[in-house]
């Protein structure tokens, strides 16, 4: 899961969430949860891993990246954003 994409994540505290995997390094994946309590890179165990599966729509293919990311860029402000976020949503849509 090296690549940028939208994640279901399955957690003992909330239940399921959405979230988007932004980068996986040795020990941590980097994530932005989609939710109401803000939009920033939360860093969590590569253990949490096996409980993380791709979001599909009903047709069966993969939940649509760049949009995701230009509406989370939306959101930015209004839900209070960091700046790492915003620069790493930048980089899925440039790039």
């Keep these: 899961m090296s690549t940028p994409q939208v994640v ?15 980068a ?3 020990r941590l994946l980097q ?7 803000g939009i920033k890179i939360e860093k969590v165990p590569l253990s949490q ?24 860029l939306r959101l930015h ?5 960091t700046r790492s976020a915003k620069r790493a949503l930048k980089e899925i849509v440039d790039g």
Aim: no cysteine.
């Design 8 to 22: 279901q994540w399955r957690t003992d505290e909330e239940g399921m969430r959405v979230a988007l995997v932004v």
């Design 31 to 37: 994530i932005i949860p989609i939710d109401s309590r």
């Design 77 to 81: 402000k209004t839900f209070g954003g």
């Design 24 to 26: 996986r390094g040795r």
């Design 49 to 72: 891993e096996r409980w993380i599966t791709p979001l599909v729509k009903r047709s069966g293919r993969p939940y649509p990246l760049k949009a995701t990311a230009r509406r989370l």
